[in-house]
């Protein structure tokens, strides 16, 4: 085809600038990113967010799944149960609607697998101020959920993973904090491993703080819930020699605090629920008669049934 | 809370959550006495692990000691990791394994052809099983641990476990314990002999 000059010199002209005007758009998006990526929150800021967050959670109605992950063969059927603590929400109407996710913490919809059938009940219900309601969620499957054949004396493909997510909706209650995730592991055998994948675990912020005689510090505590919940959460602060490291702890290794030393720990014995963070505070407090050195503390925390800790170490210098 | 009259769980372990990367775990332990009386169902797990975070959720690369997988009524060993890309979990061949039998567990980052490896060795018969987990993530926590299923009682469970000799590449743990006091057992004890190259789980029997 044969092009006029000015025709071609027009093409040419277009397709410039539309590179350009493309170049713009994607540098303006790289540096937009960038810069979000750079504006990363100071550590201040995320203990403030994350105190916030503890005070939220010990105030709002809250709720979660009480056994997270299940294993079953193919063919059989389980249960679990929710329970929706109200607190000051209510009077309102609850609905609970149950569906497939790719994995814990997505909301998004996936088709139900053949052969998997899940149901909550009841998913609806009008819940009072300062109640707790309990739903129970029954998991079915059918051999066709793992159709691998399992060789066992060779190896290959041992379990098939399924997340579920709970929605659950308490009119007039928007602050609520009730959805949950259950995941469901469907295997001939049992897998080892997968029960653990979200346990509980916890940290203190400082493993060591120096304070002068007469001074105050402050440090943190944070435990994450994981798949544990609804749960009583406790924490015991004592004194150890710091020679011998074991859990529980053996009387003998415990010691005294000595008169001048005060450790406190806040919030302590709360209700936690699954798949958050709690922030507690530490205070370390020396009066002017406690002698200056180091003293070991060891920092229990009990939640769910499980126990486990952490050593703080207190200089104290004249 | 449990609905269940027999407990299954990771009834305790020493773990590090606040590491940044690791990249080789190699523990020894040896094969502890099996338990002394245990129910049919009854299964025990006893493993090093490394768990890592894609956006998909955790995954776990362990070599493990298990008593009576698929009802077998002793001890074997065999690499396991998941979940994958399509959650599902993968076991290696299985060897033979004895009481007293010495074992090492490990766990590393090959270069080439960039995988994760899995193995668990038999020093007293040579035989190995090792199996690849592709490139999952970064190894951000590591895991010892004694994982049960159907257990009531001291009977149902191993003796104690001494992981020993332990080291790492990348980053390196400073164990902490944790255990399960809802587990109808009692004995259960961690205790961390040496930061970071020798823990005990410790049971009853």
Known sequence: ?318 | MNYCTKYSGWAEKAYETNADSFIKFVAYWSCPSAPPSPSSDVVDYLFNAFQCYPSGGPVILQPVLEWNYAGSGRWTGAPWWGPDENNQYHRGGPIEISVGDSLEGKIWWEPSPQVYAIQIRNQDTSSTSVIYAGNPGIMEDVFLALEVYNVDDDNDVPGDTDFHSMTFEGDTPIWKGDVDENAPLSGLNVEIVSQPDRVILHTAN
């Open chain 1, 1 to 318: 085809m044969n092009m006029d000059k000015r025709v071609k010199k027009r093409y040419l002209v277009g397709i410039v600038v539309i590179i350009v005007i493309g170049v713009g758009i994607m540098s303006a998006l790289y540096f937009h990113q960038k810069g979000t990526k750079f504006q990363e929150k100071s550590p201040q800021t995320e203990l403030q967010e994350e105190l916030a967050s503890t005070k939220a959670l010990l105030t709002v109605p809250v709720g979660c799944i009480h056994n997270n992950f299940i294993q079953l063969k193919p063919g059989e059927k389980k249960e679990t149960y929710y329970t929706l603590y109200t607190r000051n929400g209510g009077p309102g109407e609850v609905t609970c609607k149950i569906y497939r996710v790719a994995h814990v913490y997505e909301k998004e919809k996936m088709t139900m697998p053949e052969g998997l059938n899940v149901s909550i009940e009841p998913s609806k219900f009008i819940a009072q101020p300062h109640k707790n309601y309990t739903s129970k969620i029954t998991v079915k499957t059918s051999p066709e959920l793992f159709p691998h054949e399992v060789n066992v004396s060779v190896g290959g493909i041992a379990g098939r993973e399924y997340t579920l997510y709970l929605r659950v909706i308490f009119e007039g209650e928007n602050e609520t904090i009730g959805d949950d995730w259950l995941r469901i592991l469907v295997r001939p055998f049992t897998v080892p491993g997968a029960s653990g994948l979200y346990l509980p675990h916890g940290y203190l912020h400082n493993n060591s703080i120096t304070l002068k005689l007469g001074e105050t510090k402050e440090t943190y505590y944070t435990l994450h819930t994981g798949e544990s919940g609804p749960e009583e959460v406790s924490y015991d602060i004592y004194r150890i020699t710091g020679k011998v490291n074991m859990l529980p702890m053996p009387e003998e290794e415990k010691l005294p605090i000595p008169e001048g030393l005060t450790v406190s720990i806040e919030p302590n014995n709360f209700l936690a629920r699954t798949h958050e963070n709690y922030t507690s505070k530490i205070t370390v407090k020396t009066s002017p008669e406690l002698l200056p050195g180091e003293y070991v503390l060891c920092m229990e925390a009990h939640f769910g049934g499980r126990l486990t800790n952490d050593w703080l170490t207190v200089n104290v210098e004249p």
